[in-house]
């Protein structure tokens, strides 16, 4: 059955670092979780890439055994909602945002008891961006009050805060010395983060006919590539050093504003995102080419990631892919 194959092709003989289109163009999905009643609005891989977590406008966290494909846990947040649930370096501890109107506190949840290790309170409207930083406890929260602050898990009042207009998108770079900042006008701001107090060291602009809102920023694997995603039919590729926009990509659909997640496969090779007719889209990062597009979901994929030590991906609707090689 399909578990089965979905077994034999995470033996981890294949190595993540050598994808190339003709694997990418044979991406099946090898198993469909039915879990949610409302879409899943963000997903996370661990580190080790043996565990997915998702979290869904139903109010619901699930973890995800991906050897075993696998629900292992569900977790509860009827109370606030959850949204951008996100792994700490712990297995088993996330944080995530709130999605009620009335609570924008960032929660820092043990999923091992389903017990909140830390509340973390100070911003004043709804958190739409979070980054953990790969090199400490130091995590990133950008804000629809116009504030991006900087958390300690350990502690629970902010580091600092950086006072930007607009809907913020926030990022480490994979080293977890700087931190960028994608705000309104297009902006991106760089930060040294031993020295953020200081202001930026480098300001760009991000050349378009009109003013975007940002939904998502990653650097790449090697650090050297900006992404972000918009509210419109547009990702823009970036030279993260330069700040030189190399590649637009629009080739998905986005047409109602939808917040679709894109991101970089763990080679850094490939660029991927969902779209709004259930699509997946993968585009080459140093040509700008589209070179896969993946059919299966029923509905808009939002959520769209490639697991950072294994050939496999999840995607999620309102229902969650796992995607794996046919050969």
Not at 234 to 249: E, I, P, Y
Request: hydrophobic letters at 35%; one cysteine or more; charged letters at 20%.
């Amino acid at each position: 059955g399909i578990n089965a194959e979905y077994g034999t092709s995470m033996d981890g003989s294949r190595k993540v670092n050598s994808l190339n289109d003709e694997l990418l163009r044979s991406m099946a999905s090898g198993k469909v979780f039915k879990d949610n009643k409302n879409r899943i609005n963000s997903l996370d891989f661990h580190s080790s890439g043996e565990f997915c977590v998702t979290s869904s406008d139903d109010d619901s966290i699930h973890v995800y055994n991906v050897n075993e494909a696998s629900c292992s846990r569900l977790v509860h947040s009827k109370k606030y909602g959850v949204d951008l649930v996100t792994y700490t370096h712990h297995v088993n501890a996330v944080i995530a945002a709130s999605r009620s109107p009335l609570d924008d506190t960032i929660r820092y949840l043990s999923l091992h008891d389903n017990k909140y290790l830390q509340y973390f309170v100070g911003h004043r409207d709804r958190v739409v961006s979070l980054a953990m930083s790969p090199l400490s406890d130091t995590f990133l929260s950008g804000s629809l009050d116009d504030t991006v602050r900087m958390w300690d898990l350990r502690t629970p009042s902010c580091v600092a805060i950086l006072k930007k207009k607009g809907r913020p998108a926030v990022a480490f770079d994979p080293k977890g010395l700087v931190f960028a900042v994608a705000t309104a006008g297009n902006q991106i701001k760089m930060f040294d983060c031993r020295s953020f107090s200081g202001g930026p060291f480098t300001n760009f602009t991000v050349h378009h006919d009109h003013f975007v809102e940002w939904t998502g920023m990653k650097f790449s694997p090697d650090g050297n590539l900006l992404l972000l995603s918009s509210n419109e039919n547009v990702v823009f590729l970036l030279d993260s050093f330069r700040g030189q926009n190399l590649f637009r990509f629009s080739t998905y659909l986005n047409q109602n504003g939808s917040n679709l997640e894109a991101s970089f496969t763990p080679d850094g090779q490939y660029v991927m995102s969902g779209s709004e007719d259930g699509t997946v889209h993968f585009w080459s990062a140093s040509t700008g080419q589209e070179q896969a597009v993946l059919h299966g979901h029923g509905g808009p994929v939002g959520v769209a990631r490639w697991n950072p030590k294994k050939v496999m991906m999840a995607s999620g609707c309102l229902n969650l892919s796992f995607w794996i090689p046919r050969y």
